[in-house]
């Protein structure tokens, strides 16, 4: 078989890609097993999506690994998706710094439980200095409460005369995400078969291209991805102008 990566244009390669994982307990249910054992096996997936995405030269990758909403989830499914990501941090933390990965979060980590947060914080500070590949987890993330806290600050640096209206833009509010520094991402990938992105990076995927696949999150590998970027260069990102405009600005 052909390798994809021959196929794809190492000179259009998105910057930043964003992933919603999903499948993990539907994969699950069909091998028979509770739904942890999809997060579980979910892991491999994420090792295998970080290592594919720095072979191509993608610089940011973020992964929306729990929601806000995910609380409302069974008791038993989210103390054991929190033992994974710390144990998952703690092992993967040497091969990040040997591979030069970065790694970041968005969301209210400190609405974790401690050693979950103690944990994020030590993977954030030992790679900080890395530079090959940004990893960033969406974790007690919700873009709507992202924008409102972004909102709410705004609004009293306006009232405490810090800021005038004309000074409120889309860059100022950016400025005011969790993202900040951070590019949009050109490429939203979902798997599992759903098409929303469920409160991820609402304003973030204003102009991002999305790709949908009928894989599972634990079934996502190597060639997924490349296919994902695939189909990515085949589009065309106009921005609200028109084909004629896009060519004559090259």
Not at 42 to 60: F, L
Not at 187 to 205: A, D, K, P, V, Y
Request: contains cysteine.
């Amino acid at each position: 078989m052909e390798d994809l990566k021959s196929l794809v244009d190492l000179n259009n390669i998105p910057k930043h890609v964003a992933v919603i994982m999903d499948g993990n307990g539907r994969w699950a249910k069909q091998q028979g097993e509770a739904r942890l054992y999809g997060h579980l096996n979910g892991v491999d997936s994420v090792r295998a999506t970080i290592k594919a995405a720095r072979e191509i030269g993608v610089e940011y990758l973020t992964l929306y690994a729990f929601s806000t909403e995910n609380w409302n989830r069974p008791k038993e499914e989210v103390d054991g998706l929190m033992d994974i990501l710390v144990h998952s941090i703690t092992n993967e933390m040497e091969e990040m710094n040997e591979n030069g990965v970065k790694f970041k979060t968005i969301g209210d980590i400190d609405g974790l439980p401690d050693n979950c947060s103690n944990s994020l914080k030590e993977a954030i500070e030992t790679t900080k200095n890395n530079k090959e590949i940004t990893l960033i987890l969406a974790l007690n993330y919700s873009a709507k409460w992202e924008i409102r806290k972004a909102i709410k600050t705004i609004a009293e640096q306006r009232a405490s005369g810090l800021i005038s209206e004309d000074e409120i833009t889309d860059e100022l509010i950016s400025e005011h995400l969790t993202t900040k520094g951070i590019p949009d991402p050109e490429l939203m990938i979902r798997t599992s078969g759903e098409h929303r992105i469920s409160n991820f990076l609402l304003w973030q995927l204003a102009y991002s291209e999305f790709y949908f696949t009928e894989t599972h999150w634990p079934d996502f590998r190597r060639d997924d991805l490349f296919s994902a970027i695939l189909a990515y260069q085949q589009r065309e990102r106009r921005f609200g102008m028109v084909s004629e405009q896009i060519y004559n600005n090259k």
